[in-house]
Nanobody, 123 residues
Framework: QVQLVESGGGMVQTGGSLRLSCAASGGTFSSYNMAWFRQPPGKEREFVAAVAWTGRNTYYADSVKGRFTISRDSLKTTVALQMNSLKPEDTAVYYC????????????????WGQGTQVTVSS
């Protein structure tokens, strides 16, 4: 059973940066593709970015391309999301998720979820 724990959320001003981390334990985490989702207040959860189990391939939502970078460490036990040039519309609870399906974008395509971490961007 894979367990995911996010950290690194907080409050930042527009234009600032934050780095989120997702620590994984249990199961065969290293063979899973990993992603970050977010859920803005009053809205549905949406895909943000994903990284392949190899760490070599990534893909992003158009809204964060060029500003966010997803990566995983060489041991494949931690996934990070570096968020730069943050905007108020990036305010959301951010979730880490794991799947054995590449190019997955939908919530129901992911097998495991973390508890989420709040990111608030003030204007």
């Amino acid at each position: 059973q894979v367990q995911l724990v996010e950290s690194g959320g907080g409050m930042v001003q527009t234009g600032g940066s934050l780095r989120l981390s997702c620590a994984a334990s249990g199961g065969t985490f290293s063979s899973y593709n990993m992603a970050w989702f977010r859920q803005p207040p009053g809205k549905e959860r949406e895909f943000v970015a994903a990284v392949a189990w190899t760490g070599r391939n990534t893909y992003y939502a158009d809204s964060v391309k060029g500003r966010f970078t997803i990566s995983r460490d060489s041991l494949k036990t931690t996934v990070a999301l570096q968020m730069n040039s943050l905007k108020p519309e990036d305010t959301a609870v951010y979730y880490c998720a794991a799947t054995n399906k590449w190019l997955a974008l939908k919530v129901n395509e992911f097998n495991y979820w973390g508890q989420g971490t709040q990111v608030t961007v003030s204007s």
